[in-house]
Every structure is written in structure tokens, then in C-alpha cells.
T-cell receptor, first 111, second 118 residues
């Protein structure tokens, strides 16, 4: 079993839909949670950073962390075709631990 | 400014060639990373430099040789590569090292160099 599981998709939604992207993890030491967006043939771009449990909102994006369930989510409101990309969750634990990535979910938002 | 730049954008090389990938950041970050990413896979960590010293080498073959000339620059020297080394090579930087933990080890990625080995 991988440390971080992420449905590879592709997830196809119509423009304007609310998108929910999720990751589950097994390592209870993870405390820092990130979402990266990666367009085809480009480097990952940091979207959201969350420490421990709770919600964080930034524009159309909301990140949620539920440490009791070892489950994190990224919600995208009013999705746009420009949101079409692969979304990677990443997490790290206490000092000394490197980033562990999920496999990425490919999202397609259709006009 | 959270920009990490990488050159070249694309590189095609033969198995006997020697080439170098370059990465630069001017954010004052003290940790820099090399990752390898194959298609439809997440990035795989290769090397970590902390304060210009190699701190992590993830059992990478010696045909990949990293170098950190100063706190802003990171190179990856390539020699005698194999076709299976073809991938997107990503550079990243963070304010502080993973040992520091917390917000300061958030990594920012460059656009990558797409490497093809013939």
C-alpha cells in the first residue's frame, strides 16, 4: 500500500461545476499538507498549504484536512477550463521528513 | 517572487554525451532539490542541497552528478545516460531545509527540463 493514495482520474466536469479532489494517507506523522497544480509538461505550482487539521480558503479553492480520518480534500468552485491540469497532493511530517506525493489526479473542465 | 528558473527547457542527448541542467532561484532559499518525473507519475526526489551542501542522495546512479556552486544555483551534470533516463527533471527550492519543518520547507518548483536520451 502506498503512503499517499490519490485517484488518478481523469475527472471530467462541466465548466462552473464544483470539483472535489481527495487524498488518503496512512502515516499519522504527516502534519503539513499541500496541493500542487501541474499543467502538461510544466513544473508543479503550489496552490494551497495547510498545517494540521482544518480548512483553508483562497479564492475559488478550499483545502480541508481531516487528520482523524487521514483524508485531505481540495475543492474548486466555479471550475474553469483553465483549471484543467493534474493536481498533486503532497505531505510531510515532523522536521526531517521529505515531501511524499500522491500519484496525481487529472482534471478536465469542459466548456 | 516565487520563481525558480531552469535551463534548457528541452534537451536531446545521445548516450555518450555530457550535458548539464541548470537551476536558479533568487528568493534567498537555502535548500534546493532535484526531482525526476516520468509521464503520469509524481516527482521522485533525487538530491537535496542544504546550505550548499549535499544532504540527501536518494541512491541515484553516478551518471547523475549534482553541483551547487552557490546558494542561488544548482546544476545537474549528466554523463552516459540511458534511454530510460528520459523524463522531466524538476528543480525546487525552499526557504529552509526539511530539518527545520513547518512553513519554511514548502517547496517551489521550476518549469522543468524535458530530457530525451537517444
Amino acid at each position: 500500500q502506498k503512503e499517499v493514495e490519490q485517484d488518478p482520474g481523469p475527472l471530467s466536469v462541466p465548466e462552473g461545476a464544483i470539483v472535489s479532489l481527495n487524498c488518503t494517507y496512512s502515516n499519522s506523522a504527516f502534519q503539513y499538507f499541500m496541493w500542487y497544480r501541474q499543467y502538461s509538461r510544466k513544473g508543479p505550482e503550489l496552490l494551497m498549504y495547510t498545517y494540521s487539521s482544518g480548512n483553508k480558503e483562497d479564492g475559488r479553492f478550499t483545502a480541508q484536512v481531516d487528520k482523524s480520518s487521514k483524508y485531505i480534500s481540495l475543492f474548486i468552485r466555479d471550475s474553469q477550463p483553465s483549471d484543467s491540469a493534474t493536481y498533486l497532493c503532497a505531505m510531510s511530517g515532523r522536521a526531517g521528513n521529505m515531501l511524499t506525493f500522491g500519484g496525481g489526479t487529472r482534471l478536465m473542465v469542459k466548456p | 517572487d516565487t520563481e525558480v528558473t531552469q535551463t534548457p527547457k528541452h534537451l536531446v542527448m545521445g548516450m555518450t554525451n555530457k550535458k548539464s541542467l541548470k537551476c536558479e532561484q533568487h528568493m534567498g532559499h537555502r535548500a534546493m532539490y532535484w526531482y525526476k518525473q516520468k509521464a503520469k507519475k509524481p516527482p521522485e526526489l533525487m538530491f537535496v542541497y542544504s546550505y550548499e551542501k549535499l544532504s540527501i542522495n536518494e541512491s541515484v546512479p553516478s551518471r547523475f552528478s549534482p553541483e551547487c556552486p552557490n546558494s542561488s544555483l544548482l546544476n545537474l551534470h549528466l554523463h552516459a545516460l540511458q534511454p530510460e533516463d528520459s523524463a522531466l527533471y524538476l528543480c525546487a527550492s525552499s526557504q529552509d531545509t526539511p530539518l527545520a519543518g513547518g512553513r519554511t520547507d514548502t517547496q517551489y518548483f521550476g518549469p522543468g527540463t524535458r530530457l530525451t536520451v537517444l
